[in-house]
């Protein structure tokens, strides 16, 4: 987050932010972060964006312990007036001990219409050592005029490969064809994605990894298409999205390695190295395809299609059954 890094080292911190993103990127974490940055007894000069993480104020802040870093989160379904006052009245105050207060409203697109104008003038202008971090996945919920009061700091959704990168150093093991898939349809969330990847009760991810390899070994696409057809019908309606991320995976893979490019194939790699194989792309879940580059493309446009049709709201059977339509549309020009 350079934003914020170049925020703490000159020593200009907004005093009201509004954190923005899709759950699970790392939002809270990062005010989390900040409130360390801000507080750290031991900082470098040099490095006054690096908390060291282990000095008493670091850990306290870790732990929810330290009095100037305080989160309100909603109080059933919503955050009601008298914690909207409750941070009005901290921002009138200096910090007790810390060198700044911050203070966390998570989910802040609950706060409710009483509960959001209360807070208008501190959002303005709280006192000085105060920060007030909104943080939301649905920043256009909030009024207006409480998004105009704040710096917005937006995060993004984490590609698969940094997700691998995560699981690494947690010690999950990036070859496993499992945690390639898990990473793929986790949708940029990290916890989702740990999540995935380290429940082996979860048979969703070993029904699409057991689907994969039959595609790659010889069947083509036909396996592949007769698990989508079985979306449309059954009650999976919460697995579309994620079957059609790693069917969008499947394709976007298989075009970069026929352009050239496999290190950026995640599947494709992902089997490779599981088999030891020295060259990427020869072994892989990516199918065996006879389509030239321009009809992957089009596949690929079709999954991307189908994928905004049902964030539309569009029947799913419908959407899915047009997706199969145009895949196979384009199997029949080459085949
Ligand atoms: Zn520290």
């Known amino acids: 987050m350079t934003v914020l890094k170049r925020a703490i080292v000159t020593g200009r911190v907004s005093h009201a ?5 899709p759950p699970g990127v790392g939002k ?21 964006d690096q908390a060291c993480g282990t000095c008493e104020s670091c850990r306290r802040i870790a732990g929810g312990l330290h009095p100037d870093v305080v989160t309100f989160a909603p109080d059933g379904t919503q955050i ?5 006052q409750e941070i009005v009245a901290l921002g009138q ?4 001990e810390g060198r700044g207060r911050v203070v966390i409203v998570d989910d802040a697109d609950r706060l409710n219409l009483s509960a959001s104008n209360c807070l208008l003038k501190t959002l303005e202008e709280p006192s000085a ?11 256009d919920r909030l009024l207006a005029t409480i998004r105009s009061r704040t710096q917005r700091v937006r995060f993004r959704s984490v590609l698969p490969a940094l997700l691998l990168e995560i699981g690494v150093r947690r010690g999950l093991v990036a070859s496993g064809v499992d945690v390639q898939v898990a990473a793929v349809v986790a949708g940029g969330c990290v916890s989702r994605f740990l999540e995935l990847a380290t429940n082996t009760e979860d048979h969703s991810i070993r029904d699409a990894t057991a689907v994969l390899r039959e595609a790659a070994r010889g069947r083509g696409i036909a396996p592949i298409l007769d698990a989508a057809a079985e979306l449309g019908d059954k009650e999976s309606k919460q697995r579309l999205p994620e079957a059609l991320a790693l069917l969008g995976r499947v394709y976007r893979d298989a075009l970069v390695i026929a352009v050239g490019a496999p290190d950026l194939a995640v599947l494709a790699a992902a089997d490779a190295r599981a088999e030891g194989s020295a060259t990427v792309g020869d072994r892989s879940l990516v199918p065996p395809w006879d389509l030239p580059v321009p009809g992957l493309g089009r596949a690929l446009g079709a999954v991307l299609e189908a994928e905004a049709a049902l964030a539309g709201n569009v029947n799913p059977v419908m959407a899915i059954e047009h997706l199969l339509l145009n895949l196979r549309r384009e199997e029949r020009v080459t085949g």
Do not use: K, W
């Not at 050592?129 to 920043?139: D, E």
């Open 17 to 21: 932010y509004l954190f923005e993103g």
């Open 28 to 48: 809270r974490s990062a005010a989390v972060g900040l409130a360390m940055a801000l507080n750290c007894d031991v900082a470098q000069a040099g490095n006054p």
């Open 80 to 84: 009601l007036m008298e914690q909207a």
């Open 93 to 96: 105050r200096r910090p007790h």
């Open 129 to 139: 050592g105060n920060h007030l971090i909104l943080v939301t996945s649905a920043p």
